[in-house]
């Protein structure tokens, strides 16, 4: 019954920033692993960045320095700063989670070990 809704998405130059977020509810007293993956038509869905429940991060090579994903534990959100977007950054960005006994850091970008979804939030870099 986890539920995620993302916000924060919009349309921003090449070089602006975006901060996106995820609303989590329905958790159940087990910890979680976060992520934030995104899509084109025509693409498979692909991984951003993802968390653990004790803060261990990854990302993308095409995000790394640019992206930073962090949560807020006390308000059930999750974050996903994007600073010097680039247009190949447009896409549909989603939240993710899966409890935290089937994460390890090396499959946080591995979007078939997610549980739940989100319904995707737009962002659109132009030149």
């Known amino acids: 019954q986890v539920q995620l809704v993302e916000s924060g998405g919009g349309s921003v130059q090449a070089g602006g920033s975006l901060r996106l977020s995820c609303a989590a509810s329905?958790?159940?007293?087990?910890?979680?692993?976060m992520g934030w993956f995104r899509q084109v038509p025509g693409k498979e869905r692909e991984g951003v960045a993802g968390i653990t429940s004790g803060g261990t991060t990854r990302y993308a090579d095409s995000v790394k320095g640019r992206f930073t994903i962090s949560q807020d534990s006390a308000k059930n959100t999750l974050y996903l700063q994007m600073n010097s977007l680039k247009p190949e950054d447009t896409a549909m960005y989603y939240c993710?989670?899966?409890?935290?006994?089937?994460?390890?850091?090396?499959?946080?970008?591995?979007?078939?070990?997610?549980?739940?979804w989100g319904q995707g939030t737009q962002v659109t870099v132009s030149s």
């Open positions: 329905g958790y159940t007293d087990t910890s979680y692993c």
């Open positions: 993710a989670a899966v409890e935290s006994f089937r994460c390890w850091w090396w499959l946080l970008l591995q979007r078939e070990k997610y549980n739940y």
